[in-house]
């Protein structure tokens, strides 16, 4: 599991782009392809993260020999976010993909 090329996009550390109320208008997703080291704020500030796009992910896992058998962009269930309201973000824009890969056919040598 990782964090969404969405989420990772932004070099900015506050990618959240809200009214002149403090309501969330949109996220703002920017420099998609440019993949490098990003500071986030999760839980704490500056947590160290790797930006790469779905294409790199998706062709490494390929390329290494893997089946690719389902891809989530989890969403919070209503218990969730009844006790943590912040979690209602996640139904605008995911924070993780996960993706279930298997080896098929894998011979030892």
Known sequence: MEFNTIVTANKEKENWITNHEGNLLHFAVDNCQDEDLRSQN?????????????????NTLIES?????????????????????????????????????KRYNFKLA
């Open 42 to 58: 999760w839980l704490v500030d500056d947590v160290v993260t790797y930006h790469r796009t779905m294409s790199t992910i998706l």
């Open 65 to 101: 020999g893997l089946q690719i058998e389902k891809i989530i962009e989890p969403i919070p269930t209503k218990e969730a976010v009844s006790n943590l309201p912040s979690l209602n973000r996640e139904f605008r824009r995911p924070s993780f993909l996960i993706i279930s890969a």
